[in-house]
């Protein structure tokens, strides 16, 4: 069954801008902390941004002033709004979700960013 629902992703040019989404299932209790990942081809998994259940937040430093994390708790939703895309962006994004018990991971959605 899914867990994590994302999306938003797409193709950009350099400069652009787009923002995903990310929806947890009501069946997910407890999670205490959300995060986006990337990975793009030939490289590992990095973590691209956190947000804590008290809205603590940590980027990459690749990132830092051009991404912003942000949840709405009611809707159990993460944002990535990410401004300034430049190609060494492109990636496949994922969104992860911990809880004391496991993590969750969605499917993943590609992220393109090309002139």
């Known amino acids: 069954q899914v867990q994590l629902v994302e999306s938003g992703g797409g193709l950009v040019q350099p400069g652009g801008s787009l923002r995903l989404s990310c929806a947890a299932s009501?069946?997910?209790?407890?999670?205490?902390?959300m995060v986006w990942y990337r990975q793009a081809p030939g490289k590992q998994r990095e973590l691209v941004a956190s947000?804590?259940?008290?809205?603590?937040?940590n980027y990459a430093d690749s990132v830092k002033g051009r991404f912003t994390i942000s949840r709405d708790g009611a809707k159990n939703t993460v944002y990535l709004q990410m401004n300034d895309l430049q190609p060494d962006d492109t990636a496949v994004y994922y969104c992860?979700?911990?809880?004391?018990?496991?993590?969750?991971w969605g499917q993943g959605t590609q992220v393109t960013v090309s002139s």
């Open positions: 992860n979700a911990q809880t004391n018990v496991r993590g969750y």
């Open positions: 009501s069946a997910i209790w407890g999670i205490y902390r």
């Open positions: 947000i804590s259940s008290g809205a603590s937040t």
